[in-house]
């Protein structure tokens, strides 16, 4: 009986209870002035976050069924400044419910419907947040031993614009959707949401562990986590600000294609080839604009390295790193030096615009290096980019079996493109070196090159024609491929007119080979090719049309005998041409010397010396020979008009050296 009764009494405590707050409820928006409701709004936000709301439209007061207090078109400025820090739509301030009922306004969390924060960078590094970040600083210091009254910040359909005028560099984040946990019990900040920039949406987390230690510049724990489809990125450590900015901790970013998040950023990105999927992990330490990045691991296409980077400024880069492996076909795949049918060099423009704007002085070295076809062994390159100038240093390579060194640049002028390269090449396998560097495919054995060529213009083609420089090459016991000289030469020896046959096949062994040129406007002048074999030995001379990639060469080559005064002793010599493209000449023994060597031709070169052919045939074989015309050619006609020249072997008859019986002229 006496708990049904205290039942009853705490039943109709609690209905008076709940009619007094309806009660209160209904009558507080009559016994509370709106104005008044709405200026102890405004103090309170200009209170604790410093910042002056200015209204510029209506404003309303809703204390029923839930306390809110309305905006619209507010501006929250800086008198000091004068430029607006933040202008809104329209803003909602919720306000407690207890405090509400005993007549305390006291905001529960502020709603901003799509306003347009703006952080504006003087040239100074001053910015019209400075004062609102002084004096929330000061709020909540002084506010320590309370809290502020409301701890949360909503931003709806927000937009930033960065503005830093000293760089010129403008900004726009939109579509701002975030939540700002003010520090209300603990000391730490919030803001998670999501963003668009540059039309891609990202997912964004940042957080402070003393907000009001960040605030005065001091050090403060710091967390940030991006996350979209152009990039991830993550920051877990320290920052500060006082005297200058200060970050360090460590950081990861990653990306499925390192080209789309460098469009994406609006950065200049490289040509197609390349420069895919990315992850970058490192120790992060940033004072001022400088950023410093060591126990740097990076991964780019399936390669990796380590080392340090370091960026001063926008894009200023510096950097040494190592690898085991590297494979950088995917980068010059793009870089096509012949056309398609790899007939002629490519016309195509030379785009180097990848080259403004960007500083850089790295240093690469790895174990193994794969480029195109060629497989390279350990290499250590530099590279310097300045002010559109790109120099590669080869310290050494473990290239095409010997080593490489030397240096070639490649820069923006009003030429379209200014090329050089100084590069030496020893002991290295000379066809693999000629057929990746030059599409030359003729040469094997072990050799030295020498390169030192500068050129200008708008395509690789260009480059070619203005081509001037000079270049050398040196090898010992190896072979000359596509013929044999000594066969051809024995063949020409026996029988000097039949037919060569196909001796464009098999290679010509040398024990020496020696070649100069010298390269002026394209054309490349032979200044000595000199080869010797064991029996056989060559000289030529000449020149070669770099741009139109053929050849116009004569040469002597020379059948050698060996005998007790030694080797080296010419038995027999030939000169020939050598004429049209690089990859597939041609090779003309010379015919005058075969007729002049031809037993079954004496007698018509006697009759020619002679003159006792007719005019029209003499003039016929003389062309064909070559023989300077008669001085006096009535003095010697008569004596052979008619007659017939003497042939060798019996019965008037020739026998020439290949075997086939000639018939005498008669």
Not at 260 to 289: C, E, I, M, S, Y
Request: proline fraction near 5%; glycine fraction near 10%.
């Amino acid at each position: 009986m006496t708990a049904a009764v205290s039942m009853k009494r705490l039943g109709f405590a609690v209905a008076a209870m709940a009619v007094a707050v309806i009660a209160a409820l209904v009558f507080l928006p009559f016994l509370m002035p709106a104005d008044a409701v709405r200026k102890a709004v405004q103090a309170e936000i200009r209170a604790v976050t410093g910042l002056d709301p200015v209204l510029r439209g209506e404003a309303s007061v809703s204390l029923f069924p839930a306390g809110a207090v309305s905006f619209d078109d507010l501006i929250l400025g800086d008198n000091r400044t004068g430029a607006p820090a933040l202008t809104a739509d329209h803003m909602v301030a919720r306000l407690r419910f207890f405090p509400l009922l005993i007549g305390r306004i006291e905001i529960a969390d502020v709603s901003l419907v799509r306003p347009t924060i703006a952080v504006v960078f003087n040239a100074d590094r001053s910015s019209n947040w400075s004062g609102h970040i002084q004096t929330l600083a000061q709020n909540l210091k002084a506010g320590a031993a309370r809290s502020p009254s409301f701890s949360e910040i909503r931003i709806a359909d927000g937009t930033v614009i960065l503005h830093d005028e000293a760089y010129e560099i403008v900004e726009t984040i939109s579509n701002l959707e975030m939540a700002l946990a003010w520090p209300s019990i603990s000391r730490s900040f919030a803001a998670t949401g999501r963003f668009a920039w540059h039309d891609e949406p990202i997912d964004a987390t940042i957080s402070l562990t003393d907000f009001a230690a960040a605030l005065e510049g001091e050090r403060s724990g710091l967390k940030i986590r991006l996350s979209g489809a152009p990039l991830r990125f993550a920051f877990d450590g320290y920052i500060s600000h006082r005297p200058t900015l200060k970050m360090e901790g460590a950081l990861a970013a990653d990306a499925a294609s390192l080209r789309d998040t460098l469009r994406w950023a609006g950065q200049q990105h490289p040509p197609d080839g390349g420069f895919g999927r990315f992850a970058l992990k490192a120790q992060t330490n940033v004072v001022g604009r400088t950023i410093a990045l060591s126990g740097v691991n990076i991964e780019l296409d399936g390669n990796s390295g380590e080392g340090v980077l370091s960026l001063d400024g926008r894009q200023s880069w510096q950097g040494t790193l190592a690898a085991e492996g590297l494979d950088l076909t995917p980068y010059v795949s793009t870089v096509r030096l012949l056309t398609g049918g790899e007939r002629g060099w490519d016309s195509k423009p030379i785009a180097l615009d990848i080259f403004d704007g960007v500083q850089l002085d790295l240093r690469l070295s790895a174990a193994r290096v794969n480029l195109g076809n060629a497989k390279l062994g350990r290499t250590a390159v530099a590279a310097n980019l300045r002010d559109g100038n790109l120099t590669v240093a080869v310290g050494e390579s473990q290239a095409f079996g010997g080593v490489v060194r030397g240096t070639f640049g490649l820069a923006k002028s009003a030429a379209g493109a200014d090329f050089n390269a100084q590069l030496q090449f020893s002991d290295v396998d000379l066809e693999q070196c000629l057929d990746e560097m030059f599409g030359v495919r003729r040469l094997e054995g072990k050799g030295n090159l020498a390169v030192a060529i500068e050129s200008s213009g708008r395509s690789v083609y260009d480059l070619t024609k203005a081509l001037n420089g000079t270049a050398s090459l040196t090898s010992r016991k190896g072979a000359i491929a596509g013929f044999n000289v000594e066969q051809l030469l024995k063949r020409i020896e026996r029988r000097p007119l039949s037919g060569s046959g196909e001796f464009r096949t098999g290679k010509t062994p040398y024990e020496t080979l020696s070649v100069n040129l010298r390269i002026r406007q394209g054309i490349a002048n032979v200044e000595d090719v000199r080869m010797e074999g064991a029996s056989v030995g060559l000289a030529l001379g000449g020149s070669a049309s770099i741009p139109d990639r053929d050849l116009d060469l004569r040469g002597t080559a020379s059948l050698l005998a060996v005998s007790t005064a030694g080797a080296g002793t010419p038995a027999f010599e030939l000169p020939f041409m050598v004429q049209g493209s690089w990859d597939d000449p041609i090779i003309l023994p010379d015919p005058q010397s075969r007729i002049e060597r031809s037993g079954a031709a004496q007698p018509i070169l006697d009759a020619v010396r002679s003159r006792g052919l007719g005019e029209p045939v003499r003039s016929l074989i003389e062309r064909l020979i070559g023989a300077p015309p008669a001085q006096n050619p009535a003095a010697t006609a008569p004596a052979l008009a008619g007659s017939s020249a003497p042939a060798e072997g019996a019965g008037g008859e020739a026998t020439p050296d290949d075997g086939v019986p000639a018939q005498s002229t008669r």
